[in-house]
């Protein structure tokens, strides 16, 4: 399958991937993984699907979680990451390597909140200090897509 053709397929996956599955790696060397909201799903945050229309090719997403949790410790001494999404009925999956880049960046905050998570932040405010944003800019792309598999690296 082309390359421009693959990326349609795999941001269509994206916006449709219940979750999406973060791998860290923790300060004693080892992997570590669990699901996060995916973000990128457009039937479950309807309001973000247009910070991501310029990013059908570099595939960038945003990932939160909280300040306190273990992967904000990970990934302040090491912010390799690797995103999951995938479709196993369909045979299908992507994984996105690269860095995490922890942002501060009240704006961008304010376009992704979703007013259900303040039970998850003390102020239960979109500026409380336990609210992390991440952003991949995915620098390696690897998957299978209904058994054929597929890798490309995206330019930095």
């Known amino acids: 399958m082309p390359e421009a053709q ?12 219940d979750a999406a599955y973060m791998t860290t790696v923790g300060v004693d060397g080892f992997p570590r993984t669990r699901a996060m909201l995916n973000l990128r799903n457009r039937e479950q945050y309807p309001a973000q699907v247009e910070l991501y229309a ?21 990934l302040e001494a090491n912010p390799r990451i690797c995103l999951y ?8 999956g992507v994984a996105l390597v690269g860095k995490a880049e ?3 960046d009240l704006s961008i905050k304010k376009l992704l ?6 039970q ?11 609210f992390t944003l991440l952003r991949l800019r995915p620098r390696e792309v ?8 597929f890798s490309f690296e995206l330019p930095a």
């Open 6 to 17: 693959l990326l349609k397929t795999i941001v269509e996956r994206m916006a449709t991937a």
């Open 54 to 74: 310029d990013h059908t090719t570099d595939l960038m997403t945003y990932v939160t979680t909280n300040t306190g949790s273990f992967k904000r410790g990970e």
């Open 85 to 92: 999404y995938c479709h196993p009925t369909d045979f299908f």
């Open 102 to 104: 922890i942002l501060d």
């Open 113 to 118: 909140w979703v007013d259900q998570w303040a």
């Open 120 to 130: 998850y932040f003390p102020t239960g405010k979109v500026d409380d200090p336990d």
């Open 142 to 149: 690897r998957g299978w897509n209904q058994g054929e598999k």
